[in-house]
């Protein structure tokens, strides 16, 4: 007879928060006796003021470092190969991310590979697509300094990826592949250009909403042994507290950190909504909005769509707006599952719902996030981007292996299921 769970575990990184503080890594890791760090970017941040701070820093703290700073926007299995390749050939103790999740998920494969090289490759994706193993032991230190306002990568350990031959996104997560510490600088999103404040603060609202909706961790069979209790465990008394307020701040600072780029209050409430709902999801984990998020990125290459405020990157949908197209018909299916959480998160989000009714919850949520990707100016539906209803098969096949996130839905989705939520997302607005 099976038990169920009856114990979560929070677990999240250190974090330091405020202006300037990027300028503080080289005394951080001088003190920590680090030798040689390997910085870790992308080739648009290179040039940018945080990896010049960053390099500042550990010039005048006496810190040797090596610079890798070809990390793809979106990473895939081949681009995370290269960065591995590149460190293994580096006598380095310690690992520095500057850039947005995308850096952040590469430098934590990097610390992993390097650090227990695994037979396979897939050894550590999540099933089923890999084999899911724990990570067997310590890594090395990484110190994540984030430069968007969205994925939380610098909370958690999780690392994000696209398989490219089977055109879908998938990942890793371990609570070791955290990084030891977060500077969340809110100087270095200065650099961030609207459409992508709009993209990943996107990411931060259904990182929130869905970990707040997961099912709850005592829906979960007991693990075996303690180090195979899942990173998402869904929803708890602790995480709902993060996701909450996280949402609180999306809904006060979403609008004015992307229509006004010098508007600093915004964009620093935002930095730590980011980390909040990081906290959040990192521990609850997230569901059907993230998992046909990954097909929809996967597939999206070969249909001429380019995105605004991303240069020089090929044809991409970014992350958070690859999540958020699929958030409002996935809120209207999942909120007869618990209609009183999705009010609850309408009502962070600002919507007066004393009067509401139980039946109109999944609407009502759902409205105020379309109204939100008008004024956001989010591609209108799955058709902008180039799909049609004919790809909907591939879409929901490339759905189903997300178990990591798929089945921790509220309401369980099946392949009809899928294919509905598909068709409904064509055309949000």
């Not at 951080?28 to 940018?48: C, F, S, W, Y």
């Not at 032991?137 to 696209?162: H, N």
Request: glycine share 8%; with cysteine; aromatic share 6%.
């Amino acid at each position: 007879m099976s038990r169920h769970e009856s114990a979560f575990e929070m677990a999240t990184s250190a974090i330091r928060f405020g202006p300037g503080v990027t300028r503080e890594i080289g005394m951080d890791l001088a003190e920590l006796g680090i030798r040689h760090a390997l910085v870790i970017t992308d080739p648009l941040m290179r040039v940018l003021a945080p990896v010049a701070t960053v390099e500042q820093s550990l010039n005048d703290a006496k810190v040797a470092y090596t610079l890798f700073d070809r990390v793809r926007v979106e990473p895939t299995d081949v681009s995370f190969k290269e960065a591995i390749a590149f460190a293994k050939t580096i006598d380095f103790d310690a690992i520095i991310a500057v850039g947005g999740g995308s850096v952040i998920d590469t430098a934590k494969a990097v610390n992993l590979y390097t650090c227990h090289p695994p037979e396979d490759f897939l050894d550590y994706v999540n099933p089923p697509i890999g084999k899911g193993k724990p990570v067997p032991g310590p890594v090395k230190p990484l110190f994540a300094i984030p430069t968007t306002a969205g994925t939380g990568s610098e909370t958690t350990g999780v690392a994000i990826f696209d398989l490219a031959h089977l055109h879908a996104k998938t990942g890793i997560a371990h609570r070791r592949l955290k990084p030891t510490l977060g500077y969340l600088d809110p100087e270095n999103t200065r650099t961030m250009p609207s459409e992508v404040a709009a993209a990943t603060g996107l990411d931060v609202l259904s990182h929130a909403i869905e970990s707040y909706t997961a099912v709850h961790y005592t829906e979960r069979p007991y693990p075996d042994r303690p180090i195979l209790r899942p990173a998402y465990q869904g929803n708890n008394p602790i995480s709902d507290v993060w996701s909450l307020q996280a949402l609180r701040m999306v809904g006060d600072y979403i609008t004015r950190a992307v229509e006004d780029t010098s508007d600093d209050e915004a964009r620093s409430n935002m930095i730590l909504a980011s980390a909040y709902a990081g906290v959040g999801f990192g521990n609850a984990g997230v569901h059907l909005p993230h998992g046909m998020s990954y097909p929809v990125s996967g597939m999206v290459k070969g249909r001429g769509y380019k995105q605004a405020g991303y240069p020089n990157q090929p044809e991409m949908i970014p992350h958070g707006f690859s999540v958020i197209l699929n958030a409002p018909a996935v809120f209207r299916f999942t909120a007869g599952a618990c209609p009183e959480r999705h009010l609850v998160a309408a009502a962070a989000l600002g919507v007066d719902t004393s009067n509401a009714a139980l039946a109109d919850a999944g609407k009502i949520l759902a409205d105020r996030i379309i109204a939100l990707m008008e004024r956001l100016k989010v591609p209108s539906g799955l058709k902008a981007l180039g799909y049609s209803s004919s790809d909907i098969p591939a879409l929901v096949e490339g759905t189903l292996p997300q178990h990591r996130v798929t089945k921790l839905s509220p309401r369980p989705a099946n392949t009809d299921d899928l294919a509905k939520l598909f068709e409904d997302t064509m055309q949000v607005y």
